[in-house]
């Protein structure tokens, strides 16, 4: 029985298109499909910046696989993906029946496109007049405004400045 398996592999960013197409042909012929496994779907995701270095490397070229895989083959699989010099990372995960139909579906895919944040409706946010007046440059608590802080380098307290500081002023000594 073949499992499903979600596959994410990240390329060195040097690599042009056309040599990632190779290594994916060749992972593809020799990798997968060598060790009776099938490619269900791929998906090159691009270049894309790393949340860390991986190898001094801030970017890499990312490309997702959807494959059903023998268990007992996913070692080779592995072992020869990470043989690759041009491979900085390879996380493979194994999906469960219900995870594996959700992906594998049609209705996921088109379910999986979230729309940008301008792109969104926003027709059913409530009304929010009662929160009454915004806060900022004279409104309440903020700077300039009653009951807040004055604005930078009015009334007392210390502040930056380039002139220095003069003393304060003797006390009365009774």
Known sequence: MKNHYEVL???????????VDAILNHFQKNLVEANQGEVVESDRIGRKRLAYEIKKF??????LFLLKFPPDKVA??????QLNEDVLRLTMVRLDEEAAKKVFSEEARRESFTPKRNDR????????????????????????????????GVGGGPRFSNEPRQAPPPRDSD
Do not use: H, Q, W
């Open 9 to 19: 592999i990240v390329f060195k960013p040097i690599l042009d298109v056309e040599n």
């Open 58 to 63: 801030k970017d890499g070229f990312l490309t």
């Open 76 to 81: 080779d699989f592995r072992r020869g993906c």
């Open 121 to 152: 409706d926003r027709g059913d946010r409530p009304d929010r007049s009662d929160r009454g007046p915004r806060r900022g440059p004279g409104g309440p608590g903020g700077p300039g405004g009653p009951g807040g802080r004055p604005p930078m």
